[in-house]
């Protein structure tokens, strides 16, 4: 169940390489993009569950990423490495994310046509058995894991406000926005 984090060979081959030892550094990875471009790059995104990632962080990983890339050497061109935290409008791409952020708007995109749409824009509500549970405006659906091509959070600025008084604050460092106030 991890076709969201990557989904072409490369990507495969980079996260067999370089799993063990973010593990070992005690980093999650949340997604690997490689992009052929004028300029080839490849994405890493990195998280942690003992809080914020730091611009430290990225760099001590990215450093142990590239030894083992250039030995393992996986990617036959050349490429720039670019390793970073998920940001505040994460992707979601691992089973378990879905029920970390229930309560929180996400959009995602389904490979194939569901009903008339492939989009979808809710409230998370939460994962059961292989689903993720989420409640449109006129009704709640449940959407098979495997169907999903692209999630990720669609917080706003009143969002950033809740989730600063919440545990997930900690973990994305927003306890800055305790005073704003909301205007309506």
Request: charged share 30%.
């Amino acid at each position: 169940m991890s076709h969201l984090v990557t989904d072409t060979r490369i990507g495969q081959r980079v996260q067999k390489i370089i799993s063990p030892a973010m593990e070992r550094m005690g980093f999650e990875i949340i997604r690997i993009q490689y992009l052929k471009k004028e300029k080839n790059k490849l994405q890493i995104m990195i998280d942690k569950d003992s809080g914020l990632i730091e611009v430290s962080d990225c760099a001590n990983a990215s450093r142990q990423i590239s030894v083992l890339l250039d030995v393992a050497d996986p990617i036959p061109s050349e490429y720039e490495l670019e390793v970073s935290s998920p940001g505040i409008n994460r992707p979601l791409t691992r089973f378990k994310d879905f029920g970390e952020w229930q309560g929180y708007n996400i959009k995602l995109t389904t490979f194939e046509k569901i009903g008339d749409r492939k989009k979808f824009r809710g409230k998370l509500i939460g994962i059961k058995d292989t689903e993720v549970i989420l409640e449109l405006k006129d009704q709640t659906i449940g959407l098979e894991f495997e169907w999903i091509e692209k999630a990720s959070l669609s917080v706003t600025f009143e969002e950033m406000v809740s989730i600063s008084r919440t545990k997930s604050a900690k973990k994305l460092n927003l306890t800055d926005f305790d005073n704003v106030k909301i205007k309506n």
